[in-house]
């Protein structure tokens, strides 16, 4: 009898799968041949794995849920015929966004209707994650990533200004010594700023509060750190560059310092965490 109820959990399970991976196949093909082979939205399969990551972890919770499973109803086949004109619509227009972003309701839909809902709430986190390997559109990113960069060099000009070094600046290029600088869109565009937040949530799931307030707070507080990882990025490459030359500054260092974005952004995130922890832990108390 236990053998037979794990067929009869895993099997469907493992048949929706296949069907879509067979499904978006062609479609993470071309991501990955094009999208997501640029620096800017690179993190894309990285997202796709992290996800695959969650659903495994929840891998006990899914089994006991899908035993106690109800009729799903009228809107998971709602959720599921959106999520197929979505990816139809996609395919016919060569709109790789709408391709990739008809997984999250065709996930949806697909779960509620062949497990029932309460499986689609265990999987609800791995299921929004999704959206930070959904391709960004690229007039939105375009008309915000301007001003961020200009930001972020604005503050890396005025930190290394008042730390002594000649430096200048004229829109995003910086001069420091003999040496420019272009502040590029994977340096401190929306994109990078879009990873750091998912970076952010992915380490709120995984300290799993319960208090929905200090989440709240963190997950706000997850921009203003990501900004401040763009800048501690920059002014790392503005020092190497100006004190070992620019093929420093633009080769090995470049690359090590896109992982400097990260420890950065994920220090600052424990650090901020511990302060709210701190004061949430006192407001218990009292």
């Keep these: 009898m236990r053998n037979n109820s794990t067929v009869q959990t ?24 094009t999208v997501w082979a640029s620096d800017e939205q690179g993190h894309g399969p990285i997202i796709l794995a992290v996800v695959c990551w969650l659903l495994w972890q929840r891998r006990e919770q899914f089994a006991a849920a899908v035993t106690k499973a109800k009729p799903a109803g009228a809107l998971a086949w709602f959720w599921l015929a959106f999520g197929l004109a979505l990816y139809f619509v996609g395919r016919l227009q ?10 999250i309701p065709l996930l949806i839909g697909s779960l509620a209707v062949v497990f029932g809902w309460a499986v689609v709430r265990i999987a609800s986190f791995p299921i929004f994650f999704l959206i930070f390997a959904v ?3 690229g007039p939105v990113v375009d008309a915000l990533t301007s001003p961020l960069k200009h930001a972020v060099s604005w503050v890396a000009e005025q930190i290394m200004w008042r730390a002594g070094y000649p430096i200048s600046r ?31 949530l992915l380490y709120m799931n995984i300290v799993g509060h319960t208090n929905r ?18 800048v501690v990025r920059v002014i790392v490459l503005i020092l190497v560059t100006y004190h070992f030359g620019d093929e420093a500054g633009q080769g090995i260092v470049h690359g090590a310092a896109g992982m400097l974005l990260f420890v950065v952004a994920l220090g600052l995130m424990m650090v901020i965490d511990s302060i709210l922890s701190f004061f949430f832990r006192k407001k218990e108390v009292k």
């Design 170 to 200: 004229s829109g995003v290029i910086l001069m420091v010594g003999p040496y420019q600088l272009l502040v590029a869109d994977a340096c401190a565009g929306l994109n990078s700023m879009f990873t750091l937040e998912a970076l952010g």
């Design 135 to 137: 391709p960004l559109p």
């Design 94 to 103: 060569n709109i790789v966004m709408f391709q990739m972003g008809a997984l």
């Design 213 to 230: 307030l200090r989440n709240v707070l963190l997950a706000i507080l997850i921009v203003p750190m990501s900004f401040t990882a763009n």
């Design 10 to 33: 895993w099997a469907p399970a493992a048949m929706l799968a296949f069907g879509l991976l067979v499904m978006f196949g062609p479609v993470f093909n071309t991501l990955v041949h």
